[in-house]
């Protein structure tokens, strides 16, 4: 993923049930967040649409999952799968072997696809957030 795919990818998330856009998701951020984590995110072209995108970076330590999306129309053909293997693979040749996401409790269909290509649920784990701004949608 490029910098100038953003309007393309945010079109793609924007449009995806079960995902919202929130500030962190301005183009600034995710400028840094590319620059940051050069060669894990990825998009999916047909006849020079975009119509697949991952997000994904490392601390050093973990790998993080973000913002898998696939348009509709376009589901069914493998293309989620080459996403997700592409930032496994870019994050093992950065040395990083475990990986996680998060994924909406209600999102039944993504755990199904998670688990499909070996991903496993953490229920002893709760995610906790904090946010130190006094707007809700960062
Ligand atoms: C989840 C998503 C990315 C899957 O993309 P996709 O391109 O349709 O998935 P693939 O075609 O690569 O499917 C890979 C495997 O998962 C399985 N799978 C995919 N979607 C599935 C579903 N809804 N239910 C059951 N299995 C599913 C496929 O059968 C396939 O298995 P196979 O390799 O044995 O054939 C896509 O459905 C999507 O964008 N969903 C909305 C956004 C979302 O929920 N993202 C995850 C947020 S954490």
């Known amino acids: 993923m490029l910098i100038s795919d953003y309007?393309?990818?945010?079109?793609l998330w924007g449009n995806t049930e079960s995902?919202?856009?929130r500030g962190a998701d301005s183009e600034e951020n995710i400028t840094?967040?590319?620059?940051?984590n050069p060669g894990l995110s990825f998009v999916v072209e047909k006849q020079g649409l975009l119509v697949g995108a991952v997000l994904a970076g490392t601390?050093?330590?973990?790998?993080?999952?973000?913002?898998?999306?696939?348009n509709a129309a376009s589901r069914g053909e493998g293309l989620g799968k080459q996403l997700v293997n592409a930032v496994i693979d870019g994050l093992a040749k950065q040395g990083i072997a475990k990986t996680h996401l998060f994924v909406h409790a209600d999102n039944k269909a993504a755990q199904t696809f998670y688990e499909s290509m070996g991903w496993f649920a953490?229920?002893?784990?709760?995610?906790?957030?904090?946010?130190?701004?006094?707007?809700?949608?960062?």
Request: aromatic share 10%; hydrophobic share 40%; glycine share 4%.
């Open 122 to 138: 953490r229920d002893e784990v709760r995610m906790f957030s904090f946010n130190s701004s006094s707007e809700l949608n960062v």
């Open 59 to 70: 601390d050093g330590r973990r790998g993080y999952l973000q913002h898998l999306a696939v």
């Open 7 to 11: 309007d393309q990818v945010t079109a």
């Open 32 to 36: 840094l967040y590319l620059k940051k």
């Open 19 to 21: 995902m919202s856009l």
